[in-house]
């Protein structure tokens, strides 16, 4: 799946290039991409939010590439992977708002044309004049030489500040690009590629994501917390301390069910809201969701979550949707010399705590007195 969604958002992109350097006004919205605006440049505000947009562009600090890596030959040049990550970055975020600014350059463009027309024709029917007359809104004038009016208001029309004032954040994505898309020939078309490049960036970011807590899981779920403990005494020489092992197995999940729990509950019993604007008062107020968009939620939810129980009940009932993989490599022995490791016998501490057995396996649960030493 990955070779098709990695990949898209490139090809879309070059496509919206192509398209978006060929429409008038592009030049606008470019020049306003690349010219610097040097007073924010120590407004602490803005490098906060450029450091937020690389942890999240990277995937820092989410546990995706911590996950990617593992699977890496132990000899692999992690330096050289980061670089060239990085630099890949900066290219394709550059390369993606020269794409955004010319379409943006482009509607700020039809939207300024179409305030210029607007405000002739206010002049025309007005003063029967299209020129710039320095008349202050508000002032009499006379249409016919006996009749006076006040001058109306005419629109401001200014490119830079309509390119300045465009949404940012989701707005740019779902309202002006998409506006913007809106002015192109074949319209539906471009709504739908684009559409679709910003589901394959959702669900390639998602893969990132479940990586790494399917393979922390994964790895927990394989050798326990006694095994789980080795290697990391095998990687860096000394073993986890009681407080973390307590924390993984016990603390950790109760408070994030517990979270989930109360998140769950409060939604429910509250429910959740949304801005909306009515378009008959002219406002924006709080809207409800309606029931039926909580009932796409719980669909939404169950789809990606069901695979888990339904995946155990198969292997239970003697299918394997997936076949088990051969573990990669690890230089166990190469380390334990190299760190001089002993290996770990079970104490009494951890078999009351963690239910740990002399085998190395381990209960979901244990009474704090611990299990009898012969069912060890």
């Known amino acids: 799946v990955v070779y098709v969604t ?59 590439l911590i ?3 593992s699977y890496n030959p132990i000899h692999n040049n992690c330096f050289r992977d980061a670089v060239v990550c990085g630099i890949i970055n900066c290219c394709t975020a550059i ?7 010319s379409v943006l350059g482009f509607k ?14 206010i002049r025309m029917e007005v003063l029967n004049l299209t020129d710039g007359l320095a008349i202050a809104p508000g002032e009499m004038i006379s249409i016919d030489g006996h009749t006076e009016i006040p001058m109306p ?6 490119l830079q500040e309509t390119l300045k004032n465009s949404a940012s954040g989701t707005g740019l994505a779902f309202i002006v690009f998409t506006e913007a898309i809106n002015q192109f020939p074949w319209a539906p078309f471009w709504s739908v590629l684009f559409f679709l490049m910003l589901f394959t960036l959702g669900i390639d970011s998602e893969f990132g994501t479940l990586e790494g807590v399917i393979t922390s899981i994964v790895d927990l779920k394989e050798g326990d917390l006694d095994r789980f403990s080795d290697d990391i005494e095998l990687m860096i020489g000394s073993r986890p301390n009681s407080f973390f092992l307590l924390c993984w197995k016990y603390i ?23 801005m909306a604007w009515d378009a008959n008062a002219g406002v924006v107020k709080l809207e409800q969701w309606p029931s039926w968009a909580w009932g796409v939620v719980a669909v939404l939810v169950l789809i990606s979550a069901l695979w888990i129980p339904g995946i155990a009940l198969t292997r239970l009932c003697g299918f394997h949707v997936i076949q088990d993989e051969e573990p990669a490599w690890f230089p166990a022995e190469e380390l334990r010399e190299f760190h001089t ?30 299990p009898p030493k012969e069912n060890v």
Not at 95 to 101: D, E
Request: aromatic share 12%; proline share 6%.
């Open 153 to 158: 208001t005419l629109p401001k029309c200014d």
């Open 108 to 121: 700020a463009h039809i939207t300024y044309e179409q305030c210029i027309k607007e405000r002739d024709s």
């Open 252 to 274: 950790s999940p109760a408070v994030m069910l517990t979270i989930l729990g109360s998140s769950i509950i409060k939604q429910v019993m509250n429910g959740s809201s949304y």
């Open 95 to 101: 390369f993606a708002a020269v794409v955004v600014f």
């Open 67 to 69: 996950a990617f890596s």
């Open 6 to 64: 990695a990949p898209f958002p490139y090809l879309v992109l070059v496509i919206f290039f192509v398209r978006g350097i060929t429409l008038p006004g592009m030049e606008d919205g470019l020049k306003h991409l690349f010219t610097p605006d040097w007073g924010k440049i120590l407004d602490p505000t803005v490098w906060l939010e450029a450091g937020t947009q690389i942890f999240f562009s990277l995937g820092l600090a989410f546990g995706g």
């Open 341 to 370: 490791v002993v290996p770990h016998k079970v104490t009494a501490v951890e078999r009351k705590l963690f239910c740990i057995k002399e085998d190395g396996s381990e209960g979901l649960c244990c009474p704090i007195g611990g």
